[in-house]
């Protein structure tokens, strides 16, 4: 029998088990100093929110159980291969500057619970009683669950192959005046991205069917759902994906050839041509990428100029900065 929680959609209900969640890997990432379950502690909240809801409601229908198993393959990957790295490299380098502030730290943790509560949407949604109670779920197999499922597994296959294959690498200890053009990262600088991309609107696509014909309240909670894929693509596009990874991998670059301290002569050249070459999100093949026009690559293939590091203002500041390091250990 269906558990009814707060709300027929279980979103209350989700909201405090995400928050509560997230609360305690705060409290104990902070207490401790160290990030080895920062990222582990995202991944296996959606894990545990999916299979909470479907055992909660207790209908397992083939579409539930489809998108709840697309879930917590997805996150299984994820946290496991975030926890894998964090433990070979030691720590993170991205929570150095906010690990011990407080409020900095606290406020990626709040970034985390609304990330995990809006991203999973669509599947808590369609394993409450909300839509599950109506009736009349068309059977697995329409026209959008194979588009969703299609879209599911090809950005999964992108998303996972490509953080092995940037791995794997990395372990070779490759020329640091080379950036990384092996697999899947010779025809996208961000191939895990896409991937993601990809994956979340599979799933509310498979989400979204199980409402197909119908009207009223659950057929608008599961369109309200779109604020998962479109989240993502907005955090990846311009938040925490691409633009905290874009401009400071530019930077490193400019400084090994450019730097007060310059190392490698090349790095800089070698980077601006593969950026030239290579496509921000969209897998697309480097030679033809090279020769499209700026403007098709700004507006079609997102390229978007809050990306671009400019040596006239950009390099001038990484120099000073960099310069200013190297004084103050002088």
Sequence with gaps: MPINA???????????????????????????????????????????????????????????????VFILVWATRLAGFLLFRVLKTGSDTRFDDI????FKFLAFWVGQIVWVW???????????PGVTSTGGQPSFGTGTDIAGVILWAIGWMIESTADIQ????????????????????KYSRHPPYFGEILCWWGVWLVSLSATSGTSGG??????????????????????????????????????????????????????KRYMKRT??????????????PQFIKTTFLLDLPMYQFHEETDG???????????DNQA
């Excluded at 209908?59 to 539930?64: E, T």
């Excluded at 969209?282 to 020769?291: C, H, N």
């Excluded at 001038?316 to 190297?326: N, S």
């Design 6 to 68: 707060l709300d027929k959609y279980y979103l209350a209900l989700t909201a405090l088990v995400t928050t509560g969640y997230q609360l305690l890997g705060f409290a104990i990432a902070w207490t401790l100093q160290f990030d080895k379950i920062t990222d582990f502690t995202g991944g296996s909240n959606f894990f545990l929110l999916a299979i909470l809801t479907l055992c909660m409601n207790g209908v397992y229908h083939a579409r539930n159980i489809v998108a709840t």
């Design 99 to 102: 690990r011990s502030h407080f």
């Design 118 to 128: 809006t991203v999973s949407l669509p599947v808590t949604i369609l394993n409450s």
């Design 166 to 185: 940037k791995f794997k690498y990395k372990q070779t200890h490759p020329p640091k005046d080379q950036p990384t053009t092996i697999g899947l990262w």
């Design 218 to 271: 659950p057929r608008s909670a599961q369109l309200g759902a779109l604020v998962s894929p479109l989240f993502t693509m907005v955090l990846l596009i311009f938040g925490s994906g691409i633009p905290t990874a874009q401009k400071p991998t530019a930077q490193k670059f400019y400084l090994l050839s450019n730097g007060p301290n310059a190392t490698h002569r090349n790095a800089w050249p070698n980077y």
């Design 279 to 292: 496509s921000v999100l969209i897998p697309f093949p480097p030679a033809l990428y090279e020769r499209l």
């Design 316 to 326: 001038k500041k990484a120099y000073e900065e960099e310069q200013q390091r190297a």
